[in-house]
């Protein structure tokens, strides 16, 4: 009997907030109506472009990862069956920027050393690694034997070389070895006017 | 006077208990329809949760209006993704109509029409002249049946666009009754989320408990930095006490 009254009560208070109702549903509606043909060419002018309209946000996006990252880095195996942990690159940036090595009394002294890996050279086993062989030392070939017909025919034309004009080179500049650098590997064909082989 | 227009007859006092509980039966009926609609609204508010808590677990957002901003962005292209289809079936339906005048060259057409519009397949009565006060007496007359339902070939463009109408129509609604109720929720998530409440708190209790501290804390109310918790009373163990003491006791 109670709850009858209760759901008397309910339908007269309704009653007199119906109009509200269809008040405020019908101003959604008109609203919506305009959010819809907005959206609707929102929508075609993503499309044309490429993409799409997507509930996902870009609070989504970055909420998705931080998840995932959570995931992978848990412990508990409800979480992550697989075990894998992240690898190194994965990690947040703060990780990277704790460094927690104490720095060494030279370091204190003197600052970071940035060379020292550069300097100091490293220790290689040579019972162990093969010693690859040294490319730069010149090894000087021995001459052949020349014929005394063919030496002469060298000698004259080592003095005909002797008395020929000389061959204009025109002198270096310091623009020229930047063109250079810049030109050899883009041109393709055509004469070569370059000096540097020269 | 007043008696006299009190002084009812029996059948006027079972014609009015009988409004009377037509009018409760009415409210009944009412109320119930309202509770139904209030149970369905919370129900299609509780489905932005699944849309914002990622959101809100992985502390993107942490405060009141950039949440407020965004649920109502994201609630607003739900309605228009769960509002397309009704809006195609309305755009199909009043395309059919479109045809429909074009094959007939007719458009000053009325769907409705009892003839060859959706009124044929309703019943249509004449209500005119049902109180006649002829003769000085009330009479009242049953209204005469002017159409009863039959189907028309001719108004399948009518019948169609109702149709369509109808559906599409109930169904926007829907969406929107949906978005409304989304809305209501993120004003009420807004609220509940980002609280701070300080019932529980009470500042010159902690600062007490910081000058004092063996205190033990009523519960709720946080030691202050930097003191130890009190520790919490154990019962004592109950075990005898030794018989050495009591030997002493009983020598003295």
Not at chain 2, 11 to 23: G, H, P, Q, S, Y
Not at chain 2, 51 to 77: G, H, M, P, Q
Request: glycine share 6%; aromatic share 10%; proline share 8%.
């Amino acid at each position: 009997m109670e709850n009858i009254f209760k759901t008397v009560g309910k339908g007269l208070l309704y009653l007199l907030v119906l109009p509200v109702f269809l008040l405020v549903i019908t101003g959604y509606a008109l609203v919506g109506a305009f959010c819809f043909i907005y959206l609707f060419f929102k929508s075609i002018i993503l499309f044309f472009s490429g993409r799409s309209l997507k509930i996902e946000l870009p609070e989504d996006v970055k909420a998705k990862k931080i998840i995932q990252k959570i995931i992978a880095s848990s412990q508990d195996p409800l979480l992550n069956p697989d075990g894998v942990q992240p690898a190194a690159d994965d990690k947040p940036a703060e990780d990277e920027t704790n460094d927690t090595t104490e720095p060494s009394i030279e370091e204190v002294a003197f600052g970071p050393d940035e060379d020292i890996a550069e300097s100091v050279p490293p220790i290689v086993d040579a019972t162990i690694v093969d010693p690859e062989p040294e490319q730069d030392v010149f090894i000087p070939e021995p001459e052949p034997e020349i014929e005394p017909v063919q030496q002469q025919k060298n000698e004259a034309k080592f003095s005909e070389e002797q008395d020929a004009p000389e061959v204009y080179t025109p002198k270096k500049t310091k623009y020229q070895e930047v063109d250079s650098d810049i030109d050899d590997e883009d041109r393709g064909g055509g004469v070569d006017i370059s000096f540097k082989g020269f | 006077m007043f008696p006299a227009l009190l002084k009812l007859t029996e059948t006027d006092k079972r014609v009015i208990i009988a409004l009377l509980f037509i009018i409760i039966l009415l409210l009944v009926i009412i109320g119930a329809i309202g509770y139904l609609i209030v149970r369905v609204m919370k129900w299609q508010g509780k489905g932005l949760d699944n849309c914002v808590s990622d959101v809100l677990y992985a502390r993107v957002i942490t405060e009141k209006k950039e949440f407020v901003k965004y649920a109502r962005k994201k609630n607003w292209i739900i309605f228009y993704k769960a509002a397309r289809i009704p809006v195609i079936i309305m755009l199909v339906s009043g395309l059919i109509l479109l045809i429909r005048n074009l094959i007939y060259h007719d458009f000053t057409y009325n769907v409705f029409n009892s003839f060859d519009g959706f009124g044929s397949l309703l019943f249509i009565w004449d209500f005119s002249g049902i109180i006649s006060t002829g003769g000085g007496e009330l009479t009242f007359k049953l209204p005469t049946l002017v159409s009863s339902p039959h189907f028309h070939l001719h108004a399948w463009g009518a019948y169609l666009f109702i149709l369509g109408m109808a559906v599409g129509g109930f169904w926007y609604l829907w969406c929107v009754q949906a978005l409304i109720a989304r809305d209501l929720r993120i004003k009420k998530l807004s609220e509940s989320i980002f609280d701070k409440k300080l019932d529980q708190f009470n500042q010159n209790q902690q600062l007490m408990s910081s000058l004092i501290p063996g205190q033990v804390l009523p519960p709720g109310v946080m030691p202050a930095p930097g003191v130890a918790p009190a520790p919490t009373p154990t019962p004592a163990p109950q075990t005898a006490p030794a018989p050495d003491n009591k030997e002493k006791e009983k020598k003295k």
